[in-house]
């Protein structure tokens, strides 16, 4: 038997990671935004039809739209997986993490070349979090009207729910950590 309001909130956490909203679910699915709300919300009971169709949508398997999957306890990222960007300015980051659903946590090393600003980044959600740790050269982290520079060995803490930026101000190469932990908007 079905706990509609089980599959309800699993149906609408999929589409939230994915960054749908109804309509947008409903367009890939063919079931309506009425349908798919109710579901949603544990009005109706979905046919296997339209069950397989929102699966569909979602980019997932029927079965693991209908199960309650166990919680992956280990995500390997493997090296050669990783997500390198390498910027217009010179500088390199690699988010070094697994992605796993519903955690917004990054671990990522970033390489500022000597004389190197990577830029400003806008304020996150409140409650996000952002830890630096330099492993070598210097870098200048900026927090609101905030600046403080960090030399190799150094860590820093701050609050992400305000603009933030990084600089390598010297004549040599900086390498760095930043541990993320991103809260998202409620919407």
């Not at 349908?35 to 069950?51: C, F, G, H, I, N």
């Not at 740790?133 to 190799?152: C, M, N, W």
């Amino acid at each position: 038997m079905i706990n509609l309001p089980e599959l309800g909130g699993r149906i609408q956490a999929l589409r939230s990671e994915r960054g749908m909203t109804l309509q947008e679910l409903a367009d890939r699915s063919k079931v309506s935004v009425s349908m798919l709300s109710s579901v949603e919300r544990a009005l109706k009971a979905p046919t296997v039809v339209v069950l397989d169709r929102i699966a569909d949508g979602l980019g997932v398997s029927l079965t693991r739209l209908l199960a309650d999957p166990a919680p992956d306890r280990v995500v390997v990222r493997r090296a050669d997986r990783q997500d390198t960007a390498a910027y217009p300015s010179g500088w390199h980051r690699t988010i070094l993490s697994p992605v796993v659903p519903g955690v917004n946590f990054e671990l990522v090393r970033v390489t500022l070349p000597a004389g190197c600003d990577a830029g400003d980044f806008p304020a996150y959600a409140a409650g996000s979090h952002e830890y630096i740790a330099v492993e070598s050269g210097e870098v200048r982290v900026t927090v609101g009207d905030q600046a403080v520079d960090l030399a190799a060995g150094d860590s820093l803490y701050f609050a992400a729910d305000v603009a933030h930026a990084y600089a390598n101000h010297t004549g040599e190469p900086a390498t760095y950590y930043v541990a993320a932990l991103i809260s998202r908007s409620r919407t």
